[in-house]
């Protein structure tokens, strides 16, 4: 069992910057390839990003490419999120995903394990 809890979200303006964490727990995190999801009210959960379990290979959706950036701490089981030039668009709860898998994948229905979320809001 991985036990996954994000945070670091809140209220920031447009063109801000946030850096979301996400701490995991349980098994060992280097076997896990990590993603963030995100939703926003009356949408569908949408792939943001996800590395694999060195690091070495990420994955962006189109929407945060060159604005987001994924990055991860074995050492203190954690991965990050940070995310730059933030627009109202990006406003949602996310979400931080582990599956066992050595690369990373889009699809959320393939992941194992998931954190409670975190809302991040971006003022117009």
């Known amino acids: 069992q991985v036990q996954l809890v994000e945070s670091g979200g809140g209220l920031v303006q447009a063109g801000g910057s946030l850096r979301l964490s996400c701490a995991a727990s349980g098994r060992t995190f280097s076997n896990y390839a990590m993603g963030w999801f995100r939703q926003a009210p009356g949408k569908e959960r949408e792939f943001v990003s996800a590395i694999n379990w060195s690091g070495g290979s990420t994955l962006y959706a189109d929407s945060v490419k060159g604005r987001f950036t994924i990055s991860r701490d074995i050492a203190k089981n954690t991965v990050y999120l940070r995310m730059n030039s933030l627009k109202p668009e990006d406003t949602a709860v996310y979400y931080c995903?582990?599956?066992?898998?050595?690369?990373?994948?889009?699809?959320?229905?393939?992941?194992?394990?998931w954190g409670q979320g975190t809302q991040v809001t971006v003022s117009s």
């Open positions: 995903a582990a599956i066992r898998s050595p690369s990373p994948r889009v699809f959320d229905y393939e992941y194992d394990y």
